[in-house]
């Protein structure tokens, strides 16, 4: 089972839907399980014959191995704090960009540990942390038809579950897993963020990522 933290939120309750799409057993966090039931149904709307549970953040995390923050960066530390218990042992996806929105002003925020992920894996020394999605647009996972042709960078220190997240971020068509390195390579892809919604402003669309130039697979 793979839950969402978090998952109310567009950017859990997207990846929810697509990975469900893809034959994954999904389920929606929150800090209210009331909530977390609601929009598992508007998940479950969205996709054709797919099933998503949903339920309070500590539920999910007993039922789940596989854990996604989606979360804002502000709510991560304490969340994570709070859980770092029942969290030992799991695989855990740190999708959170940390960017700053003031005075119309968009901001990757400095963070102490270098990223959000490192913050995570910190917070969570019994866990293993893979840093991915933090480029990829919420808006059109949520579209279930829409194409999604970009890279998703992963990282992590921990090379059997960064492999394993590769993999399941290639369930969702067209998306492409790239091998990122260590974790401490995260606040580039974390800093990204920043550079895409700026020019998501100017344009008025939401874009990705591409690399070109890597070796063609066989
Ligand atoms: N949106 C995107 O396109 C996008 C793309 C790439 C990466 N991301 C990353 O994904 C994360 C989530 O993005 P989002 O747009 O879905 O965010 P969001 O809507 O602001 O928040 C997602 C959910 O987090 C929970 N939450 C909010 N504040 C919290 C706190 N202080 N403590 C614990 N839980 C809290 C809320 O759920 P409950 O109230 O139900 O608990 C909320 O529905 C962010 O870190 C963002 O950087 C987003």
Redesign the pocket.
């Known amino acids: 089972m793979i839950g969402f933290l978090?998952g109310?939120?567009?950017?859990?309750r997207s990846l929810a839907l697509r990975l469900a799409m893809a034959g994954e057993e999904v389920a929606i966090g929150?800090?209210?399980a009331a909530?977390?039931k609601e929009m598992a149904q508007k998940v479950e709307a969205r996709g054709e014959s797919i099933r998503v549970v949903g339920g309070e953040?500590t539920e999910i995390v007993g039922m789940s191995d596989i854990i996604f923050i989606?979360?804002?960066?502000?709510?991560q530390a304490?969340?994570l704090g709070a859980l770092a218990p029942s969290l030992a042992g799991k695989l855990i996806v740190d999708?959170?960009?940390?960017?700053s929105f003031q005075d119309g002003k968009i901001r990757a925020i400095d963070v102490p540990e270098g990223s959000a992920a490192q913050e995570a894996q910190n917070l969570l020394p019994n866990s293993q942390v893979v840093a991915a999605?933090?480029?990829?647009?919420?808006?059109d996972l949520w579209v279930p038809d829409r194409l999604i042709e970009g890279d998703v960078v992963v990282c992590s220190d921990h090379q059997e579950a960064k492999e394993r997240v590769m993999a399941i971020a290639e369930r969702i068509p067209h998306i492409r897993a790239v091998d990122g390195g260590a974790l401490a390579n995260a606040r580039y892809v974390e800093e990204v963020?920043a550079m895409l919604l700026n020019i998501n402003r100017i344009y008025k669309a939401h874009t990705m990522i591409r690399i070109v130039g890597l070796p063609e697979r066989e």
């Open positions: 978090g109310t939120g567009p950017e859990g929150s800090r209210d909530r977390a953040n989606t979360v804002p960066y502000e709510g304490a969340l999708t959170v960009a940390p960017v999605f933090q480029n990829v647009s919420a808006v963020t």
